[in-house]
């Protein structure tokens, strides 16, 4: 068994993951804007940066507010492992144990660093017309910098022929086709973005799809990046009340995922990760994990690899295939009356 499990490990090192779901580079690190670099104008970034960093994890943007984070709020140089300037712009580095044992000590939701990505059609309107931001143009930067300020992995489509074609005014009541055309980018979640008006008075209308499921918002700035940084600061939001997890909170359930080589069986284990799941059974026809959680939030978080929920087996089905050749008992923790949810790609 345990050179089973040991064997495992280590081909799952080996293997270079194509996920669904992106990991967030320099998720613990935050980039903040200073007038010079004066100590007191320090001191202030210092603080606007742990909050920042407490909104991109918990996705609650008075969370850094909380009576027990106000020690760390006030000075959060215990969580720094480092930080320096680029011109003033203040790059401050999080130490990730010492700042996620911070919030779990309040018993806050945590959202990793695998992340849905997001594919961002923005739409800008004024006086001239009506255009899309693609990847690629000068601008695309202040969109991709808002995005990682508050820890989303946006991607911009690339603004071909086929894409400015969809470019119109209803594209908010007419989303259809952008959705249909977003599979070339296997992006998991579609933002949508119509924004007008003129400097100093601008209006962002935006929806948000996570497969057939929507929702919308909007946004009144003054600048183009006050703009950007809501937008995204809104989205940080609505996706970590889905995604943010409490490990060992909820019920006790087994997820047993069908049709799993080593790659998808890496897939699996690291969006699981979260919930410190456990694993329990390798056979020939499925894998079992245990855990404690939501049964809404192991959905949601398994339909980042596009697995789909299958009805449970009829008990004669079940017993063949626990009997089956070559099946391997990594834990013999199963609950009597614990849920099992079923999937399969």
């Known amino acids: 068994m345990r050179f089973f499990i040991g064997m495992l490990a280590a081909l799952v090192a080996l293997v270079t993951l194509t996920a669904y779901a992106a990991p967030v580079a320099g ?16 001191d202030a970034g210092l603080q606007q940066a742990f909050s920042t960093l407490v909104q991109r994890l918990t996705g609650r943007a008075d969370a850094a507010q ?4 106000a020690s760390y709020q006030s000075d959060p140089q215990a969580l720094i492992s480092r930080y320096g300037y680029d011109g003033n712009t203040l790059i401050v580095n999080f130490d990730p144990p010492s700042v996620q044992s911070a919030l779990r000590a309040l018993n806050l939701p945590v959202w990793g660093t695998n992340r849905p990505a997001v594919l961002s059609w923005w739409m800008l309107e004024d006086e001239q017309g009506i255009r899309l931001v693609s990847d690629g143009q000068l601008d695309a930067q202040e969109f991709y910098s808002a995005a990682q ?8 489509p690339l603004g071909d022929l086929d894409e400015q074609l969809l470019v119109s005014r209803d594209v908010l009541s007419q989303s259809a086709p952008i959705l249909e055309s977003a599979a070339r980018y296997n992006a998991d979640i579609v933002l949508i973005v119509h924004q007008q008006g003129e400097v100093e008075a601008l209006n962002a209308q935006w929806q948000l799809w996570l497969g057939d499921e929507r929702q919308q918002g909007q946004v009144n700035a003054a600048t183009q990046a006050a703009v950007a940084r809501e937008v995204y600061a809104q989205v940080n939001q609505r996706l970590a009340q889905r995604f943010a997890i409490k490990p060992g909170e909820g019920e006790a359930l087994n997820v047993r995922v069908t049709g799993v080589d080593l790659e ?29 959680s939501s049964a809404e939030q192991v959905r949601a978080q398994l339909a980042l690899a596009d697995l789909q929920e299958q009805a449970a087996p009829l008990l004669g089905q079940e017993l063949s295939a626990a009997d089956g050749a070559g099946a391997v008992s990594v834990s013999n923790n199963a609950e009597p009356g614990v849920q099992t949810l079923y999937f399969s790609w």
């Open 66 to 69: 909380l009576p027990a984070l």
């Open 149 to 156: 300020y508050y820890g989303v992995p946006a991607r911009l």
């Open 27 to 42: 998720l613990y690190q935050v980039r903040e804007e200073l007038v010079s670099q004066d100590s007191a104008i320090r």
């Open 264 to 292: 998808r069986f890496v897939l699996v284990e690291r969006l699981l990760e979260p919930f410190a799941a456990q694993l329990q059974t390798v056979s020939k026809d499925y894998v079992q994990w245990q855990m404690r």
